[in-house]
């Protein structure tokens, strides 16, 4: 998928200036109080966001990966959970679009690209979360509809979501991809909110955990019809190249937003009668979190470009997300340090860009199950001869 290279850059400096005046001024107000930031989402409905790379077949921007990766940048250099609202709807939307029948792909893209019919990615259980293949959650086949039973945890959008990409395990001992609509609201038919689950960052949306207590969906609800039977781990999987990118771009925008503060800060800041960043030790810090940072991006977009490109970019994904997690990470905290004392209180951004980093080392995979996912990779690309 291919944009055009003006309307993108329209596109990102429209997001980027509301982000400046809107986002920026109100975040830490709606993160601390961990509220859901209805009127951003409201803005991001309008410019579109949530059908940005859905095909204009169906009503979507049909704006390339390389697009949609600068506007979660921008996204997340104001609050890195309006990016976090996104990632779910768009793993679910290139899951249907890409593997769904064609009745599938016109019964639900259309409703997708506005964001009034969001979707939720199902996929962690309280003992299935890096190893996928210990999924516990059942899907028997009943007539012409499935009973599906399980808990399904960290499940983003989990309560205002209206569609849920549910992997269960068949009796046949498959796994498949399930589209389970519901209603927005703490439970509806056989599915129930258990819990909200409190977290140390990522604020404002809520992460849940979900029961499927004899919930039947209609044997319809299978991703792909009956080509997606025992098929949902391998689809699941190839849209998480996408979800990588995601949190690699989110990265990248949360360590843009520490270093610019760091950046700020060290210039307004005197010590010893002159700015901090006089100090080499200061100096120092900031032009290694500024090298981080452009390495991050830069391998962010090539993996972006490569998915634009349809080649298998899993690898590339990978690589950018266990990169630029792990920068943002050790740039948040030095802005924290250059902060000093003041990088510990509420009255600088610097304390939430340190709470919601740990997110991306830990989010669509480990950074421990990107090295095993890069490691198979390498061998495929490089076997002994």
Same mark, same amino acid.
């Given at each position: 998928?291919?944009?055009?290279? $003006? @309307? #993108?850059?329209?596109?990102?400096?429209?997001?980027?200036?509301?982000?400046?005046?809107?986002?920026? *001024?109100?975040?830490?107000?709606?993160?601390?109080?961990?509220?859901?930031?209805?009127?951003?989402?409201?803005?991001?409905?309008?410019?579109?966001?949530? !059908? %940005?790379? +859905?095909? &204009?077949?169906? !009503?979507?921007?049909?704006?390339?990966?390389?697009?949609?990766?600068? =506007?979660?940048?921008?996204?997340?250099?104001?609050?890195?959970?309006?990016?976090?609202?996104?990632?779910?709807?768009?793993?679910?939307?290139?899951?249907?679009?890409?593997?769904?029948?064609?009745?599938?792909?016109?019964?639900?893209? *259309?409703?997708?690209? $506005?964001? #009034?019919?969001?979707?939720?990615?199902?996929?962690?259980?309280?003992?299935?979360?890096?190893?996928?293949?210990?999924?516990?959650?059942?899907?028997?086949?009943?007539?012409?509809?499935?009973? &599906?039973?399980?808990?399904?945890?960290?499940?983003?959008?989990?309560?205002?979501?209206?569609?849920?990409?549910?992997?269960? /395990?068949?009796?046949?001992? /498959?796994?498949?991809?399930?589209?389970?609509?519901?209603?927005?609201?703490?439970?509806?038919?056989?599915? #129930?909110?258990?819990?909200?689950?409190?977290? @140390?960052?990522?604020?404002?949306?809520?992460?849940?955990?979900?029961?499927?207590?004899?919930?039947?969906?209609?044997?319809?609800?299978?991703?792909?019809?009956?080509?997606? =039977?025992?098929?949902?781990?391998?689809?699941?999987?190839?849209? =998480?190249?996408?979800?990588?990118?995601?949190?690699?771009?989110?990265?990248?925008?949360?360590?843009?937003?520490?270093?610019?503060?760091?950046?700020?800060?060290?210039?307004?800041?005197?010590?010893?009668?002159? *700015? +901090? +960043?006089?100090?080499?030790?200061?100096?120092?810090?900031? #032009?290694?979190? %500024?090298?981080?940072?452009? %390495?991050?991006?830069?391998?962010?977009?090539?993996?972006?470009?490569?998915?634009?490109?349809?080649?298998?970019?899993?690898?590339?994904?990978?690589?950018?997300?266990?990169?630029?997690?792990?920068?943002?990470?050790?740039?948040?905290? $030095?802005?924290?340090?250059?902060?000093?004392?003041?990088?510990?209180?509420?009255?600088?951004?610097?304390?939430?860009?340190?709470?919601?980093?740990?997110?991306?080392?830990?989010?669509?995979?480990?950074?421990?199950?990107?090295?095993?996912?890069?490691?198979?990779?390498?061998?495929?690309?490089?076997?002994?001869?």
């Amino acid at each position: 998928m291919t944009a055009d290279q $003006d @309307l #993108s850059d329209e596109i990102v400096a429209t997001v980027r200036q509301w982000v400046e005046r809107d986002v920026i *001024p109100n975040a830490s107000e709606f993160e601390h109080a961990d509220e859901f930031p209805e009127a951003m989402f409201e803005q991001m409905c309008e410019f579109g966001l949530f !059908g %940005a790379t +859905i095909g &204009i077949e169906y !009503g979507g921007l049909g704006l390339d990966i390389t697009t949609y990766a600068r =506007l979660i940048e921008e996204l997340a250099r104001g609050w890195m959970s309006l990016a976090g609202i996104l990632n779910t709807h768009k793993i679910g939307a290139t899951m249907i679009e890409r593997y769904g029948t064609d009745e599938q792909r016109q019964r639900y893209l *259309p409703q997708m690209v $506005d964001g #009034s019919f969001r979707a939720a990615f199902s996929l962690s259980e309280p003992d299935a979360g890096s190893d996928t293949r210990a999924l516990r959650c059942k899907a028997v086949p009943d007539g012409d509809e499935y009973i &599906i039973n399980g808990t399904k945890m960290w499940v983003t959008n989990g309560v205002r979501a209206k569609l849920v990409m549910l992997l269960a /395990r068949t009796p046949d001992d /498959r796994i498949t991809c399930f589209l389970v609509e519901k209603e927005p609201g703490p439970s509806h038919g056989g599915i #129930s909110v258990s819990r909200t689950i409190p977290k @140390l960052g990522y604020k404002g949306v809520e992460t849940v955990e979900m029961s499927y207590v004899d919930h039947r969906v209609p044997a319809a609800a299978v991703l792909g019809g009956d080509e997606g =039977l025992g098929q949902g781990l391998g689809y699941a999987l190839s849209a =998480l190249e996408l979800g990588r990118i995601n949190i690699a771009a989110r990265a990248v925008g949360v360590g843009q937003a520490a270093f610019e503060a760091a950046m700020r800060y060290a210039q307004e800041r005197e010590t010893f009668g002159q *700015p +901090i +960043i006089g100090h080499q030790a200061i100096a120092f810090k900031l #032009s290694e979190m %500024a090298t981080k940072l452009q %390495a991050a991006r830069l391998m962010t977009y090539d993996a972006a470009r490569r998915y634009d490109s349809g080649e298998r970019a899993d690898m590339e994904a990978g690589m950018a997300k266990l990169f630029a997690s792990e920068a943002a990470f050790e740039i948040a905290t $030095d802005a924290m340090r250059i902060h000093g004392g003041n990088g510990y209180t509420q009255e600088y951004p610097v304390e939430r860009y340190f709470r919601d980093t740990p997110l991306m080392i830990i989010g669509e995979g480990t950074s421990e199950i990107q090295k095993m996912v890069i490691a198979r990779k390498l061998l495929e690309r490089y076997p002994a001869t």
